[in-house]
């Protein structure tokens, strides 16, 4: 089983930064996306940003020009970073991966795993 542990979160003032971080560990071969969602009170949760292993990236529309999503594939780390924060960003902000497996070439698989969650709040 991989775990997922994202880091990063806290208060911030709109117009404020923060950089998120998204560590797994355990038993993984690759992680072929890493993903950032977040789920506002009372609300659905939505896509954030995600990368590729290759760093093939999607943003949500409300992020864009705003966030940016970053990865270190040797260390299984990702990042988000959260620039001209706004209230509405305010969520629980949770990492998605991935993963392949490949402990034969002809049946090589994918497994996704989610962190728990890290708090952003933004005040106005």
């Known amino acids: 089983q991989v775990r997922v542990v994202e880091s990063g979160g806290g208060l911030v003032q709109a117009g404020g930064s923060l950089r998120l971080s998204c560590a797994a560990n355990g038993r993984i071969d690759k992680i072929n996306v890493m993903g950032w969602y977040r789920q506002p009170p009372g609300k659905q949760r939505e896509l954030v940003a995600e990368i590729t292993r290759d760093g093939l990236i999607n943003y949500a529309d409300a992020v864009k020009g705003r966030f940016t999503i970053s990865r270190d594939n040797a260390q299984n780390t990702g990042y988000l970073q959260m620039n001209s924060l706004k209230p509405e960003d305010t969520a629980v902000y949770h990492c998605?991966?991935?993963?392949?497996?490949?402990?034969?070439?002809?049946?090589?698989?994918?497994?996704?795993?989610w962190g728990q969650g890290t708090q952003v709040t933004v005040s106005s």
């Open positions: 998605h991966t991935l993963v392949q497996y490949a402990p034969v070439v002809e049946r090589s698989y994918e497994r996704d795993y």
